[in-house]
């Protein structure tokens, strides 16, 4: 069983970045697909960015492409989601979740963390 928590939510100006972790415990993550995704409530929760097992393959919703980036350290346990040039429109829930299937976009993962809130003001 794989446990997830996310940090490094909070509140930032439009133009700003954040930067999100991810640290899984009870388990190795590192033969994983790990995602991220974001949830306004209310709405469906959308697929965000997801990394391959060793960090070879990654995916971008077309709305945070070219702003935000996935990376991993399985030593770590630990993946991350660096955002930057932050819009109001990304606000929102983040949610980390590993053991992913399907298309990388898929929302198909087995362990889903409690998720973190960032908020972006204009």
């Known amino acids: 069983q794989v446990q997830l928590v996310e940090f490094g939510g909070g509140l930032v100006q439009a133009g700003g970045s954040l930067k999100l972790s991810c640290i899984a415990s009870?388990?190795?993550?590192?033969?994983?697909?790990m995602g991220w995704f974001r949830q306004v409530p209310g709405t469906e929760r959308e697929f965000v960015a997801a990394?391959?097992?060793?960090?070879?393959?990654?995916a971008y919703a077309d709305s945070v492409k070219g702003r935000f980036t996935t990376s991993r350290d399985n030593a770590l346990n630990t993946v991350f989601l660096h955002m930057t040039s932050l819009k109001p429109e990304d606000t929102a829930i983040y949610y980390c979740?590993?053991?992913?299937?399907?298309?990388?976009?898929?929302?198909?993962?087995?362990?889903w963390g409690q998720g973190t809130q960032v908020t972006v003001s204009s």
């Open positions: 990394i391959g097992w060793n960090g070879d393959s990654t």
């Open positions: 979740a590993a053991n992913g299937w399907g298309s990388f976009a898929s929302k198909e993962y087995v362990y």
């Open positions: 009870g388990a190795p993550i590192s033969t994983y697909r």
